[in-house]
């Protein structure tokens, strides 16, 4: 059998972090990702990562995590945006060394940008490429060290045995064989679950892997209705144009010429939080005021050599996808799903409530970005709770001897892949992934009403069923990205049933989640997280959890 001290479960920035981390503690490490690291999405990510360095101006950790408590919407764990603001600027001075190559100050000191909700010029870049050049910067890393990769590798199950987590079952897409890793401590770093909306900006692996495994196997998801929608997307494609852009002075006009935003964000107009610019778009358009569906990203005051010293991929990206130069003319944009804030349970130090099992970044939800996350937060949340969430598994492994592999998990999963290629005559599966995407934008996108989140409800539990049917083309060993397609598919079912069911239950408008039944955040009776728990053959069992607060009582939140 496979073995490591740590195993952690995806290649993007928090999976890197943490294998660079737990291998620099003297750990045998392994990575397992589904595809090669340097294809994560996390290299999608453009505009920047914050932390208070202070570079521009008079910048605190403090100022940080007050931005990102307000940014929340006051849902957030005030205890981990503390430690996550204080540990930022180490984050970045250690990714410097380690090779980042950030954009620069005329005075050679890292260049930092305005970015929505954010009190300060905070975040550090790297032109519109940053997610990029860090996940090369981390891979360098991982080769340094050695870390075994296990590439081309998919996960279809997390082994719990008396309770602890030890391992994961995999299928090694290279040859169709289903083994067994065993670990001491698991970390999964899988990220988001966009591809579970029809359109969005995440890229093909966003599957939802790690959360529906960790549910799977008894972990909660917590706050999974919250689910952001970047106000700045292409409408023909979903591809992100980076928040940078509006960092760096650009405006939003509609229709009419006119710039919108300072009618819902009287003080910060352009740079309010995510939420408030996509609601404020979505009403241009809802209201006649939009083109085709869209409102417009205006470059063109910036000026070519601007352009393209700080945003050259973006004007690339616009110009492929719609032929339109962002130096001369207008970009129509729109706002599109982006992140989730949900995820799976864990403390402030990557743990989950199942000893021995961890997890980091997008696919975890700590919680710092409660209701809503602040530009350039994500970023920094890979390399800090990548690096924690090894720290702590490392602590756990060197106390650890090395765990019972659920062998029954194993010969489960054998079997019900081998029934997966056996199936015949039933649907195929971009059939339920499409059904799945619309009903996810008709009841849980920007804004919500109780008749069409439970219609996508609806809709889901019968897709669940038909899931059960969907036969496969190929039913060979190698390479089939047929059968890791059926396998995605139903982590992300698990995934938009757990978000419909939150989003029906919360009746107030938070953050990211607005119910046009209950417009008004409802503190009394709403000031808590949304646990989801799996239920064989049922729906989720829904539960609470309190929200820490240390230092910032809730108040009116205003940009």
Not at 320 to 332: F, L, M, R, S, W
């Amino acid at each position: 059998m496979l073995q490591h001290d740590i195993l952690v479960v995806g290649g993007g920035l928090a999976g890197m972090r943490a294998a660079v981390e737990a291998a620099e503690l003297g750990l045998d490490v392994g990575m397992l990702s589904k595809i090669h690291p340097v294809r994560s999405h996390s290299g999608a990510a453009q505009g920047g990562i914050n932390a208070a360095l202070g570079n521009r101006e008079d910048d605190t950790t403090e100022a940080h995590a007050f931005d990102t408590v307000k940014g929340s919407d006051y849902i957030g764990d005030q205890d981990a945006i503390e430690l996550f603001a204080d540990e930022a600027p180490q984050a970045i001075i250690w990714l410097e060394h380690m090779g980042c190559i950030f954009s620069r100050m005329d005075d050679g000191r890292i260049a930092q940008r305005p970015f929505g909700g954010a009190s300060f010029p905070r975040t550090c870049y790297c032109a519109d490429v940053t997610g990029l050049v860090i996940l090369h910067t981390l891979w360098e890393q991982c080769q340094r060290l050695n870390v075994k990769v296990y590439e081309e590798w998919f996960a279809t199950a997390l082994s719990v045995q008396n309770g602890v987590g030890s391992g994961v079952v995999a299928l090694n897409v290279t040859n169709g064989s289903i083994e067994a890793i065993r670990a001491k401590a698991t970390i999964f770093a899988t990220g988001g679950a966009g591809r579970s909306y029809y359109k969005t900006t995440n890229g093909l692996s966003s599957t939802g892997d790690g959360m529906s495994m960790a549910y799977r196997a008894g972990i909660p998801l917590l706050d999974m209705e919250f689910v952001q929608f970047h106000p700045t997307t292409l409408k023909s494609n979903g591809v992100l144009m980076t928040e940078g852009a509006r960092g760096e002075g650009a405006y939003l006009i509609n229709a009419l010429g006119e710039r919108f935003m300072f009618k819902y964000a009287p003080t910060k107009g352009e740079l309010a939080s995510r939420d408030v610019v996509s609601r404020a778009e979505q009403t241009e358009i809802n209201e006649g005021r939009g083109v085709d569906g869209c409102v417009f990203l205006d470059l063109r005051h910036l000026g070519k050599q601007k352009i393209m010293e700080r945003l050259p991929q973006i004007r690339e990206l616009a110009l492929d996808a719609t032929g339109i130069d962002a130096i001369d003319e207008p970009v129509p944009i729109t706002p599109g799903m982006h992140y989730w804030m949900g995820g799976i349970q864990t403390d402030k130090h990557g743990a989950t409530p199942v000893p021995g099992v961890y997890a980091a970044g997008e696919c975890a939800c700590v919680s710092v970005h409660g209701a809503n996350r602040l530009g350039g937060n994500s970023l920094l949340e890979t390399i800090v709770f990548g690096k924690l969430a090894a720290r702590h598994a490392a602590d756990y492994a060197a106390r650890m001897s090395a765990p019972d592999f659920n062998v029954r998990q194993l010969e489960s999963e054998r079997s019900r892949i081998g029934a997966m290629l056996a199936n015949k005559g039933g649907e195929r599966v971009n059939v339920v992934r499409d059904e799945m995407g619309k009903a996810m934008m008709e009841g849980a996108g920007i804004y919500r009403l109780p008749a069409s989140i439970q219609v996508g409800i609806d809709r889901i539990r019968e897709l669940k069923q038909r899931y059960k049917q969907i036969s496969l083309d190929d039913k060979g060993p190698v390479f089939n990205t047929d059968l890791t397609g059926l396998l995605e598919l139903g982590f992300l079912l698990d995934v938009a049933e757990t978000t419909l069911a939150g989003a029906l239950r919360r009746e107030e408008s938070r953050g990211a989640h607005t119910r046009l039944d209950f417009p008004e955040r409802d503190d009394e009776k709403w000031m808590k997280h949304t646990q989801a728990r799996f239920r064989p053959d049922a729906d989720p069992e829904l539960g609470d959890k309190q929200v820490t607060v240390t230092k910032w009582q809730p108040q009116a939140r205003v940009y």
